[in-house]
């Protein structure tokens, strides 16, 4: 059997031991996806030749890569890196694409972890109009929030604003008990739980209180025009046409608007009314107007998550 040798030379063993992973997972997943055999010898990565062996160099390098960009590699990361080889996207994945779109509130950067995730951020940072589509567990939502965190940490906005509609699966807000805030609440989870993650809950409840940060239903828009703000719509697939319409020309000076949604998830009656799936359609080519998509390969959810998302894809398409 022939092997390929992969030179370690330069590499200190800290960081052979972040690349093998704990107990090799890392090397395993890299064996398994291409069916071959990695073994560390020295100062060298022994690869069992087969058709995949340039493959698995390239991904060995980018691995490498954000080891050094990062510091850390997860297995996670091994795994997609492998997924855009087969399907021989890696060569169009840069690391320096990977830069941290925020912090957390204990000041851990946020890095986007795909490219579908890097091509999101990129086009936060040049783009007023921001749709962005993906299904469950793409992040999505996570990268919008800290990305508007970011934003008011850096006094290039004076608000952030989180709105979606009020309508859940038909299910309307004035059934539900509770004030305005406690209604909504449920709703908005998604959004508290980055907040809480990029800021801290005390904080958030003060900017709350002062209206740094504001929390509606999408019908509370109507009329306004919404200044120096970044303004984030969540479940935009479950807009009308209508409402969709209005969001957007809520939008005043200085104001960046950001547009999530997941059409595999329409609550509507009708699918073809959504708001979201008409103006990603019609608004394409609006220069300052990004429409981004993320899909399966992007979930960085426990991994099982996207192997369900691409069995229930199947069958719908079937």
């Known amino acids: 059997m022939n092997y390929y040798s992969f030179d370690l030379l330069d590499r200190t063993l800290d960081e052979v031991q972040i690349f093998t992973g704990f107990e090799d ?87 986007p972890k795909t490219l579908g995730q890097a091509i999101l951020c990129d086009a936060l940072r040049k783009n007023d109009i921001v749709f962005s589509t993906g299904v469950a567990g793409t992040g999505k939502t996570y990268l919008a929030v800290a990305y508007a965190v970011q934003c008011l940490r850096q006094e290039k906005k004076q608000r952030i604003i ?39 809950q005390e904080t958030v409840e003060k900017y709350l209180e002062k209206q740094v940060i504001e929390i509606a239903p999408l019908a509370f828009m109507r009329g306004r025009t919404l200044n120096d703000a970044i303004v984030i719509l969540d479940e935009a697939q479950n807009t009308t046409k209508a409402q969709m319409k209005m969001f957007l020309t809520r ?30 359609k019609i608004l394409k080519g609006i220069h300052g107007i990004a429409i981004t998509n993320l899909h399966a390969n992007d979930v960085i959810r426990h991994p099982l998550v996207q192997k369900i998302i691409e069995r229930y894809s199947e069958i719908e398409n079937s």
Do not use: W
């Open 251 to 280: 939008m005043g000076k200085n104001t960046q608007l950001v547009v999530n949604g997941d059409v595999t998830q329409i609550d509507l009656i009708r699918k073809e009314d959504s708001g979201l799936m008409q103006a990603t």
């Open 25 to 111: 997972s890392n090397l395993e997943i890299i064996e398994k996806h291409f069916k071959t055999k990695l073994l560390i010898r020295s100062h060298e990565i022994k690869i069992e030749e087969n058709e995949n062996t340039e493959s698995i160099v390239l991904v060995i390098q980018k691995c490498f890569e954000l080891i050094d960009t990062q510091r850390k590699l997860h297995s996670q990361d091994v795994s997609y890196l492998c997924t855009l080889a087969k399907e021989n996207k890696l060569k169009d994945f840069h690391v320096d694409q990977l830069r941290p779109i925020g912090k957390t509130r204990s000041g851990k950067l946020i890095y």
């Open 162 to 200: 989180l709105t979606r509609p009020a309508v859940e699966a038909g299910e309307s807000l004035g059934f539900l008990p509770g004030d305005m805030k406690e209604k909504v609440d449920p709703y908005l989870r998604p959004l508290y739980d980055a907040l809480y993650d990029m800021l801290g």
